[in-house]
């Protein structure tokens, strides 16, 4: 599946931003999709999980600030981030995988500063 992640930018502490990540070339709905964050020298990181079944997984750091969704009809997941912080400043990959295959989208940078 391709993946083409969307949505980042430059916002102010406190604010909000919507990224979306579009599959397209491969059946959407059995895979799990889940959106990763990774700072310069910094190893990539979790941010949240949409399961395949729905169910949805959050680093700790993001817990009720951030929200995934996942539309398998419109082959899109979704990361509503609330109450960003300069620590949430990173690009946001997000991936898919099911059965041991992967992919990954291109990051979107994600910048939140005064």
């Known amino acids: 599946v391709q993946l083409q992640a969307s949505g980042g930018g430059l916002v102010q502490p406190g604010g909000s931003l919507t990224l979306s990540c579009a599959a397209s070339g491969s059946v959407f709905s059995n895979k799990h999709m889940g959106w990763y964050r990774q700072v310069s020298g910094k190893q990539r990181e979790l941010v949240a999980i949409?399961?395949?079944?729905?169910?949805?997984k959050y680093a700790d750091s993001v817990k009720d600030r951030f929200t995934i969704s996942r539309d398998n009809a419109k082959k899109t997941v979704t990361l509503q981030m609330n109450g960003l912080k300069p620590e949430d400043t990173a690009a946001y990959y997000c991936?898919?995988?099911?059965?041991?295959?992967?992919?990954w989208g291109q990051g979107t940078l994600v910048t939140v500063s005064s």
């Open positions: 949409a399961e395949s079944s729905g169910r949805t």
């Open positions: 991936r898919a995988w099911r059965y041991g295959v992967e992919d």
